[in-house]
C-alpha cells in the first residue's frame, strides 16, 4: 500500500515562510513525478508544485517565484519551501504523485491520500 504523510504546516503571517515534508511510504523513485496539491475551503483540490525524478520542476502561477519544491529520493520524501506566503495560500497541502492514480487504480489511488498538513496565513 502507498501512503503520503504530510508534515511542517502551521500558523504564519503574511509575509513568513514554512517548510512542508512529506514521507512515502515505498521508494519514490519509482514514482516518477511527485507533486503538492492543495484544497481551501469550498473549493477543488489544486495541484500546486510537482517535481520529476530528474529533478524538473512546474508550479501554478499562483506560486511561482515563492514556493520552491525539491525530493530526496534517499529518503523518500519531498519537501516545499514556501516564502512570502499570502492569506490566499491558507489551504490544507497534500503530497501525491500525478501518475500514481493510473498505476494504482482509483480505489487504491483515493486511500494513498494522507491527512494533510494545515497552513494558515494571517493577514
Known amino acids: 500500500q502507498v501512503r503520503f504523510v504530510e508534515s511542517g504546516g502551521g500558523l504564519v503571517q503574511t509575509g513568513g515562510s514554512l517548510r512542508l515534508s512529506c514521507a512515502a511510504s515505498?521508494?519514490?523513485?519509482?514514482?516518477?513525478?511527485m507533486g503538492w496539491y492543495r484544497q481551501a475551503p469550498g473549493k477543488q483540490r489544486e495541484l500546486v508544485a510537482s517535481?520529476?525524478?530528474?529533478?524538473?520542476?512546474n508550479y501554478a502561477d499562483s506560486v511561482k517565484g515563492r514556493f520552491t519544491i525539491s525530493r530526496d529520493n534517499a529518503k523518500n520524501t519531498v519537501y516545499l519551501k514556501m516564502n512570502s506566503l499570502k492569506p490566499e495560500d491558507t489551504a490544507v497541502y497534500y503530497c501525491?504523485?500525478?501518475?500514481?492514480?493510473?498505476?494504482?487504480?482509483?480505489?487504491?489511488?483515493?486511500?494513498?491520500w494522507g491527512q494533510g498538513t494545515q497552513v494558515t496565513v494571517s493577514s
Open positions: 501525491n504523485a500525478p501518475g500514481l492514480r493510473a498505476l494504482l487504480g482509483l480505489s487504491a489511488w483515493r486511500d494513498s
Open positions: 515505498l521508494s519514490i523513485v519509482g514514482l516518477n513525478d
Open positions: 517535481i520529476s525524478s530528474i529533478g524538473n520542476t
